[in-house]
């Protein structure tokens, strides 16, 4: 990466953005720039420009295509990928307004947060990272992300991929959650990195509760002895969408005013007891949801898909598309590639 770009965008856009951030936040006027030397935008500043070359890339349309816990064959009104990265997108906005940090970076962080995330939700990703460990190898779905935005993307002729900032980079690359690490803290990257942290567990969380009372998976009334969930149901009862709403309010108004005191200190965060409630109504959904008979089938379906995908690319390279044929990269790497390019239609019905 160059130093800090000498055509920096939008200068005036800058200055008025940054007059109303804090003082932790990052500043669009110190943005480090790009590998890239490009003409300056004025009127953009240069994360609204990675926000927007994020939103026409084709990997973000196929998010549409790729489960996130529910396969679309069981519902048109289940999450799938996109619909869940633009609820993260939403929440991080609406973080990033409340605690006067970068809107534009958080949004562009959490567009691209899983444009490397393969077809079949979770299962997609561990079959993957199973097939890899054969040759010593991992798959993590970060490093993908920035596989696409620095390679495979190519809607420029000067140079390959997008060639984001590099605060959006390091925002994709540091991104974590619950399900990617041990601990319980947000430390690593810029504020508005952990802010898409908290706001990808929150989506994560609230859409996958009701998803799982749309989906008969449980009732609302089995929470009672969720603290989280519970308040709600004590004020609005058992009204879908208003419990959906009152749960996301608890959330986020947790998260705001904790983290208006942790700022200073470079965190982002829960207060211990809104984070052990969190961790509770996960720990339901794991057991009610995720583990459900039905939702286990869709996981050893997707794995299986992926396993055979795999196996057969390694026997025929030949059926890899053009662009993959050739290069110096091994061919685990390049068959790995495909596979999480795909959409869960597409992985299902390339092998006929």
């Given amino acids: 990466m160059n130093g800090k770009s000498t055509t920096l965008d939008g200068a005036n856009v800058n200055a008025r953005l940054d007059a109303g951030l804090c003082e932790f936040a990052q ?27 994020i939103l026409h890339a084709n990997s973000f349309r196929r998010l549409a295509g790729k489960m996130q816990v529910v396969s679309p064959k069981q519902g048109d009104h289940f999450r799938n990928r996109l619909t869940h990265t633009l609820e993260v997108s939403q929440i991080a906005r609406d973080l990033s307004r409340q605690l006067q940090l970068n809107e534009d970076l958080s949004e562009a962080i959490a567009l691209a947060h899983d444009l490397g995330h393969p077809p079949f939700g979770h299962a997609g990703e561990t079959a993957l990272d199973k097939e890899l460990r054969r040759f010593g190898r991992r798959f993590e779905h970060n490093e993908q992300s920035l596989r696409i935005v620095d390679v495979f993307e190519r809607r420029y002729p000067d140079f390959p991929g997008l060639n984001l900032t590099r ?3 390091e925002g994709m690359d540091k991104h974590q959650t619950f399900f990617d690490r041990t601990n319980q803290e947000f430390k690593a990257g810029s504020l508005e990195s952990q802010l898409v942290n908290v706001a990808d567990e929150i989506a994560y969380l609230v859409a996958d509760l009701e998803d799982g009372v749309r989906g008969n998976f449980f009732k609302l009334s ?11 149901l004590s004020e609005r009862g058992e009204d879908r969408s208003s419990v959906v709403r009152g749960v996301l309010r608890q959330l986020i108004a947790d998260l705001v005013e904790n983290s208006r005191s942790l700022l200073s200190t470079g965190k982002i965060g829960f207060t211990d007891v809104q ?3 969190f961790l509770q109504l996960k720990n339901f959904l794991f057991n009610h949801y995720y583990s459900a008979p039905s939702v286990r089938a869709q996981t050893l379906h997707g794995e299986q898909v992926i396993a055979h995908l795999f196996t057969s690319l390694e026997e025929h390279p030949e059926l890899l598309p053009e662009y993959l044929q050739m290069g110096e990269t091994p061919l685990e790497i390049r068959i790995a590639d495909f596979i999480a390019g795909m959409t869960d239609r597409f992985a299902e019905e390339f092998l006929g």
Wanted: hydrophobic share 25%; aromatic share 2%.
């Fill in 27 to 53: 500043k669009n006027a110190d943005s480090h720039g790009r590998k890239h030397t490009e003409l300056a935008d004025p009127e953009r500043s240069p994360f609204q420009r990675d926000r927007d070359r």
């Fill in 167 to 169: 605060e959006v980079r």
């Fill in 222 to 232: 089995a929470l009672q002895n969720v603290p989280l969930v519970a308040r709600v």
């Fill in 275 to 277: 984070r052990g409630e």
